[in-house]
């Protein structure tokens, strides 16, 4: 699949999967260094903010925005997923005041591998947001085409409602 960075094509390393696809099985690590992997999130409705790097304008923004609408969904696992190191998301949680959202480190690239979503040539994620229902089906993924482009917030929560 491709994708353009400020306008330039850049190739991810596969075809993500498709609504209604088994998401496939990952890890990443929070900020205890503490693996999590896609078992852990089933049973509950999960939303996946990926972003490339949590030190850039558009990527705090977007997690900000998923941060501030986390308590209108307590039943739903709320992830934000970066390739950046546990050191510098929690750097970026302390500057931001963020504490609510769970922000993990795909520092061993197993999510970007395993989801299609990394971006080989820049060793970051695609921005992309997915729901995810109970079984771990994607129930919605939005997989933006440039990405220094935020996602569509509104579709994403609109989507989130119906499955809850």
């Not at 491709?2 to 850049?10: A, D, H, S, V, Y």
């Not at 941060?67 to 709320?78: A, C, E, K, L």
Request: hydrophobic share 35%.
């Amino acid at each position: 699949m491709e994708i353009t960075i400020n306008g330039k094509p850049r190739q991810l390393v596969g075809n993500p999967p498709e609504v209604g696809d088994e998401f496939p099985h990952f890890k990443v690590f929070d900020k205890n260094h503490d693996k999590i992997k896609t078992r852990q999130l089933l049973g509950k409705v999960t939303l996946l903010s990926v972003v490339p790097n949590i030190d850039t304008p558009v990527c705090s923004i977007q997690t900000k925005k998923f941060n501030s609408t986390m308590d209108q969904f307590p039943d739903v696992n709320f992830l934000t997923i970066s390739t950046n190191t546990i050191e510098e998301q929690q750097k970026w949680c302390a500057a931001e005041g963020v504490q609510n959202m769970q922000l993990v480190s795909d520092r061993e690239e197993s999510f970007g591998y395993e989801s299609k979503l990394l971006i080989p040539d820049e060793g970051v994620l695609a921005r992309s947001v997915w729901i995810l229902d109970k079984d771990g089906k994607v129930a919605y993924r939005q997989i933006v085409k440039e990405l220094t482009d935020e996602p569509d917030y509104d579709q994403a929560l609109t989507e989130l409602r119906k499955l809850l």
